[in-house]
Structure formats: C-alpha cells, structure tokens
C-alpha cells in the first residue's frame, strides 16, 4: 500500500496534530530534565533505584536476625556498628526520596505549564531571609524566604534583582488635588509572576509584583480614535469591589491601530546576549525560537542586523534585507554561548548599526534580549542608562526582553526600557514571544506616541481622597506634566493602556498618612483619620465632575507635546454594572494586591477574584484570561499551603 | 575539574539540551503518559550517556535516541502487560520521521502556532483553547460558543482538519 494512503498513517498524523495543540495551547510539553539526567550520569555507582531499595530491605531483614546474636559476638557487633549507621542513612536517603517524589507530584499537578526542571522542595534546608539595606515599612512589604539566592541580594550578587516596590498611599484631595504619572505599557512583570506560580509553583517576591504591568498584559476591547490624534481615552466609575464605600476609577487609552500592510519600514538590530549565563533551556534557544518568529514577520523594506555580546561583541549578520529571511534564520539558528557578558560594548556596536541603516520616517529600534548579567566592562547602570537615553532622542529606540531565572535583573531592564523609549516584556515559554513578537508586533515595534503623561485633577466637592493602584516608579510631580524635557512612557500602535484610583467619596472615612500641623500657615492639618467634610460643606466650583483626566503626548518625530483633557462624572453605578473589561481588569488589580499582601487589599480574597474573572473573562480568544484563573487558582493553593506551614 | 572533564560535561549537557524534548515528545505520541515518558527520557540519556557517547550528525543522533527510547519503552511494557497500549510503532516511526523531522517536532509546533495565529478565527480558536487548555465538556464549549452540542464535534474536527493541512502545507509536505 502507498504510504501516503495508509489510514494508519493518517490516523497517527491526527494523533500528532492533537498532541501539538495540547502543546501549543496548554503547554502541555516536555519538561526539563537535564539537570536531572546529568547528576544521575555522574554518580559513580549505576545500580537502577529499584536494585537499590531490594538490597536495602535484604539488609534490613538480615540485621532482624543478627542483631541478638551478635550481642555475644565481637565481629559481629562491629559489623552492626558498621552497618547500623549504613542501614539509618538508607533510610534517610529513603525517606528524603520519598518526600522529593512527593514534591515532583506536587509539581506535576501543574502539567498544563511547561516546566522549568526546577521543582517545589519542601522545606528541608535552612530558609534564608532576605535582607534589605534599608529600612522598610513592614506594612508595606512582607518578608519572603527563598531556598537559595535565586531572588537576588543586591548589587554585586547573584540572583534575580528587583527594585523595592514602596505601594501608593492614599492621598487627601485638599492637599494633593493631582495626580501625575507616566504611562506603563510593560508587561514583563505578569509573565515573570505567571512563571513563579505556574512555572515553579510558589509565590513570587513582592516586589516582583508591578500591578500596572499585570493589568496590562490584557487585551481590552477599548475603541481605538476615530481621528487624527493618536490615542483615544476611555474614562469609567463604578463600585470598588473590595472596598463598598469606595469607588473604583478607570482610565484607559487605546493607541491607533495599523493594519499589518501599513506598518512603517522597521530597521531592527537584534542584541543578543550570548553569554555562559545563557546557556539554559529558558534562556538562549527559547530566545532563538522567538527571535526566528519576529524574523518570519519582515518584509522586504524591513532590515535586520544581528549583533552578539559575549567576551566580545560581534557582528553576526549586518544589516539584511527582510527578504533574505532565509539568511537571517540561518544566523539565528547558529548562535551558541559562551563567554562572559560585556553589555556596555554590545549595545554600542547595536546602536552604530542602527544608526547606519537608519529609516527616516521608519522603525529604528534595537531589541536586547538577555538575562541581564551585565557583569564585565564599564557597564554601570548609570552610564548604560545615559547611552540609552541618548541614542533615544536620535530616534533609536530600545525594546528589552528578558530571559530565564537566577541572573535576571528585572531591575535594570526596565530602567533601559524606559530610557530608551522602549518596553519592557520578559519571555517565558514560546506562547508569550509569540504574543509580544507576532501577534502585537506592531505594538511592540510601532511607536505612535511618546513621553505620555497623565494628570488627574480631583473634584474636593466629590472625592476626598484617592489612591493610583501600581505605577509607583512611574509617578512624576505635578510640574513635570507641562515640562516636555520631562521623559515618560511610550505608546505602541494598538496598545490599550488602563489605570485605576480607588477614590474615597466625600463623606467617606479617609486614611491619609499623618502630617504635623503647620506652625505658619492657618490651615487644618490633615489627621491620621479623620471625616472627610461633607459635599454641602465644601464650596468648591465645579459641578458633578468627579475628576478630569488630562493628557500629554508627543508625535513619535516631536519634541513638543499636545494636551488632551476629559472630564468624568459619577453615575453611581454598581461593580456588577460595570462592563467585562472594567471588572476583569478589577480583578486583576485584587489579585496584585494579594499577591503583595498589601495594606490596601480591603476584603479581597482568592476567591472572590476568581468570582470576578470568571464572569468577567469574555470571549478570551488566545486562552490568556482562561490561564490568569490558573494563576489565581495556583496562588491560592500556595496562599493556603504556605499559611498553615507558619502555623 | 579537568579541561577534558568539563568539555565531556558541557557536550553531554549539549546533548540533552538539543534532543530531550524531542524524544520526550516522541514517546508521548507512542502512546506513554507525561509520567513514563519523564522516566523513559531519563534512563534513555543515562544508558547512551554511560555506553560512551559520540558525536554524530543531528539526524542521526536524533534516530538513534529514539530507537533507544522504543527499545526502552519496549522492555518495559513486556514486564509490566497492564499499561495502556502503544500505537503502531512502525507507522509511527514512518509518520515521525516525515512529519516530526529532526527538531523534535520544533518545526510543526511554529507552524501550528503560525496557523493557529492567521488561519484560525477567533471562534475556532476559542473553542480549541477550551478543548485542549480547560479540557472542557462539549456542552460547555457549546454554552460558552452559543452553539448546538452537536455543532462542537464538527466544528472542532473541521479546525483540527484545517490546521493539519495548513501545518503540513507549511512544513512542504
């Protein structure tokens, strides 16, 4: 029979497609087991595990019999001498495997995620408290224990860093009526805490948790603007869900849309870190894979250059055409690493070439993908900064995508993303580069406004005091609104951009931080609590208004700003009133606060946010809010696991 | 540790890193659970580790590891007759070497994420992600879809059809 018309064969290429998809959808895929394979490979002896517990328990049955005997026995009782510490410490090799397997089925009930080869060990070793060189507020930040240094120590040691997340306090309006801050379209922070709780089942350190970039890893259905302007502004109000007597405020913006065809020309210059430290299966071949798939995406006016930074930078592709796409796959596919990292010199080179092929009225953009061991040459983050922000007001900018775990330094990443006026997105399995890299390509490529400011103006008729929910190392000073030489966050084509203030209604209990009273100015000092004055008591001008929400942004080419404004009024409608991506987006908000056992967190729960999310997920095409309640559900269970440990 | 221990160490670790996923994916399509084949991927690297390694092109590494893996698969089905069947192994050998080729399905699987991206509408796409992702019910998908029960088997094996044709339309075969 023709192989081609064998119904086995057909059956089998079915099996096949429904084993991918199970793959590509779930990320039911195999699991990393080299670390594993490589320990058992060096171990001296190559008796199966089996073999071993028979000898064990042969050994067992034998001291049952010798034991009285060899009481009047000299060489005997030296044999039990000898063995009884044999026979204990079997025993504890057994026991500790049988608790090693325990956690491996722990860890396999997470099947849907793609492992890491790391697994959840239970708490045998000595926990190691993480110390800060500062003091914190314990209100604001909970401890964590690590097992190891994989979460980082600060400057100079291994692990991943993180800068200190300090929450946003409650603000009375009367004192501070603005809100000013730069826009956030990040989202490395969702993939980075999606990994910890799926990828390697326990909670990620508080100050991994960014809720802005948590919210805004969603897509939300906002319109985008129907005329020249380059963003359009959704303004919402409805119930706080984990505080009743509070209101929830949204603003959402929504940059103008490209269709795939009229993407500007991209001139693109791939950094790639191929250094020791990037010699993990999450690290180099997953950027590989993702590098491949945005080089799939170019056109024949798109060019690509490719440039190495390891001991030395390289050269490895210059500037091609995205016609040559089969070059380009050919050069990525035969990067190896090795090396120690000299960042500094690599982004130079990146940079030169950017430059050199530069397209006017085009995409100019190098991509860094790294681990973030930046750790040989004149790479302080200081320096590297300035370069960055240089090279940005050239017209090139600088997009970052992290990789993998132990060196990551989420920190200066994101300082690099925001000089260079670029995004920040970390890369943890395919699905996600494919989801920064082709499905919002042009988001992540297309700059269509930047330095994106907002400015909140409080009603003191209306609200008493307010809260911005994330953003707090986007916060700016109110002057810094009107001041254009003030750098803030970029917008790519058909980003959605959402922020959320919990504001507290006249009338309404408010918790503001103390403030001593003033010795020279009549004012009444706000208190630590105190009642908000009532709507009738204060004679303020305006209206219904709840807030106004104005907007700053510059044309990607400009260096002079535009202002927007839009006002909003309170219809006083219900959480449950409030459309799906109001609530989902709630949702997430209550799932960042637990995660950073926050002070703010009201009476937000697991469960009540897995309530929210799942009315709220909607149609949900790319499975991404289906795989949030996975989160959810996963952090929960941890939540619950490691509450009854303390106890 | 010796420069000639830590290159011996560096291309084992090559060795696993390039091909393990490869024959794990390859044992799950003969039929193992995600358990047996974690335990299979093992004792296959251990025993080509330990028997001496050489180096040999991607394709024929790739070959050879999964003939150890099926002959691995193959001893322990004999002793332990309870576990469930195994598809034909040489139609599967036949299939996986046209369609899997040497990347150990990392082709098929861009293609399908490729195809899945262009070719698939919203709704399809949806109702796969619950089939597969959530593993729901067809009633569910049916209630989420606004769909007839009987409209989900159709739906989903017209998807899955179109994804084949345009996986393999993609992969030149």
Redesign the interface.
């Known amino acids: 029979m023709n192989p081609e018309n064998d119904p086995r064969h057909d059956e089998l290429r079915d099996r096949l497609l429904e084993q991918a998809l199970a793959e590509v959808l779930a990320g039911a895929g195999p699991p990393d087991l080299t670390d594993k394979i490589l320990a058992a490979a060096e171990q001296p002896e190559s008796i199966p595990v089996q073999q071993k517990e028979r000898v064990m328990k042969k050994r067992s049955r034998w001291l049952k019999i010798a034991l009285p005997a060899s009481a009047a026995c000299l060489v005997l009782g030296v044999m039990v001498c000898l063995l009884l510490p044999a026979t204990q410490s079997a025993r504890e090799a057994a026991r500790r495997a049988s608790m090693r397997s325990k956690s491996e089925r722990i860890h396999g009930l997470y099947d849907g995620y793609p492992s890491t080869g790391l697994s959840f060990e239970p708490r045998t070793a000595e926990p190691i408290r993480v110390d800060y060189d500062f003091d914190i507020d314990e209100d604001i930040t909970r401890p964590f224990v690590v097992f190891g240094n994989e979460y980082g120590r600060g400057p100079g040691r291994g692990g991943d860093k993180y800068d200190m997340v300090v929450e946003n306090p409650f603000r009375a309006v009367k004192d501070h009526p603005l809100s000013t801050f730069s826009i956030d379209v990040d989202t490395a922070s969702y993939a980075n805490v999606r990994r910890f709780l799926l990828g390697e089942g326990r909670l990620p350190p508080p100050d991994a948790v960014r809720i802005e970039e948590m919210i805004n890893y969603f897509d939300y259905d906002y319109a985008g603007p129907t005329d020249a302007t380059p963003l359009a502004a959704h303004l919402a109000v409805a119930g706080c869900p984990w505080r009743p007597e509070h209101r929830l405020v949204r603003v959402a913006l929504k940059g103008k849309v490209f269709p795939q065809k009229e993407r500007p020309a991209s001139n693109l210059v791939f950094l790639l870190d191929v250094s020791g430290s990037m010699d993990m299966p999450d690290k180099l071949p997953l950027l590989k894979a993702g590098m491949k798939l945005l080089a799939r995406q170019m056109r024949e006016n798109d060019r690509v250059a490719i440039v190495v930074y390891a001991g030395a930078e390289g050269l490895v592709l210059p500037s091609t055409s995205g016609a040559n796409r089969e070059e380009i796959l050919e050069k990525l596919g035969s990067l190896q690493a090795g090396g120690s990292t000299n960042g500094g010199a690599g982004i130079e080179l990146a940079y030169r070439i950017a430059q050199e092929n530069f397209i006017t009225d085009g995409v100019n953009r190098v991509i860094l993908c790294t681990d973030g061991d930046f750790n040989v040459g004149t790479t302080s983050t200081a320096e590297l900064t300035r370069m960055v922000e240089d090279r940005a007001r050239s017209g090139v900018f600088l997009s970052v995508l992290g990789f993998g775990r132990g060196n990551l330094n989420d920190a200066m990443m994101e300082t690099l993303s925001n000089k260079g006026n670029g995004n920040y997105a970390y890369i943890d399995t395919i699905n996600e580069a494919r989801k920064v890299l082709v499905r919002q390509m042009g988001a992540t490529l297309v700059t269509i406004a930047k330095d994106v400011k907002i400015q909140v103006e409080f009603n003191p008729a209306r609200v008493a005091a307010y809260r911005l929910i994330g953003y707090e190392n986007r916060m700016l000073a109110k002057e810094d609104f009107n001041d254009d030489k003030k750098d803030a966050g970029e917008i790519g084509a058909g980003h959605t951009v959402t922020a959320l203030y919990e504001v507290v209604p006249v009338g309404a209990t408010v918790e503001t931080p103390s403030v001593d009273p003033l010795k020279y100015q009549p004012a009444a000092a706000p208190g630590e609590t105190q009642e908000s004055p009532s709507p009738a008591a204060d004679a303020s001008p305006a209206t219904d208004e709840l807030l106004t929400v104005k907007l700053r942004y510059k044309e990607p080419n400009a260096d002079v700003s535009k202002r927007l404004e839009f006002p909003l009024v309170d219809r006083g409608a219900s959480f449950g009133q409030a459309n799906h991506d109001f609530q989902f987006a709630a949702s997430v908000a209550a799932a960042g606060m637990l995660l950073r056992n926050s002070r703010y967190k009201g009476t937000a729960t697991y469960d009540a946010v897995l309530e929210m999310a799942t009315a709220a997920k909607g149609a949900d095409p790319h499975g991404y809010r289906a795989e949030f309640l996975k989160m959810v559900h996963r952090a929960k269970d941890l939540a619950g696991r490691s509450e009854k440990s303390e106890e | 540790m010796t420069a000639a221990t830590t290159d011996r160490?560096a291309e084992?670790?090559a060795l696993?890193?390039t091909h393990?996923?490869g024959v794990?994916?390859y044992l799950?399509?003969l039929g193992c659970d995600?358990?047996e084949?974690?335990d299979l991927?093992?004792e296959t690297?251990?025993a080509v580790?330990?028997d001496g390694f050489e180096v040999r092109s991607p394709a024929e590494t790739a070959s050879y590891l999964r003939t150890v893996a099926r002959n691995r698969l193959l001893a322990d089905r004999r002793k332990d007759r309870n576990r469930p069947a195994l598809?034909?192994l040489e139609?599967?050998e036949?299939?996986?070497a046209q369609?899997?080729g040497d990347d150990g399905?990392?082709d098929?699987?861009?293609a399908?994420?490729?195809c899945?991206?262009r070719a698939a509408t919203?709704?399809v796409?949806?109702a796969?992600?619950l089939q597969?992702?959530?593993r729901a019910s067809r009633e569910r998908i049916a209630a989420e879809l606004d769909m007839a029960v009987e409209g989900v088997k159709t739906l989903l094996r017209r998807a899955?059809a179109a994804?084949?044709e345009c996986?393999?339309r993609r992969l030149g075969q």
């Open positions: 160490r084992m670790a696993v890193r393990q996923a794990w994916r799950r399509f995600a358990a084949a974690d991927v093992q690297f251990l580790l330990r598809v034909d139609a599967a036949t299939v996986w369609v899997a399905l990392g098929y699987l861009a399908l994420g490729e899945l991206d919203p709704r796409r949806r796969l992600t597969y992702a959530d899955r994804l084949r996986v393999e």
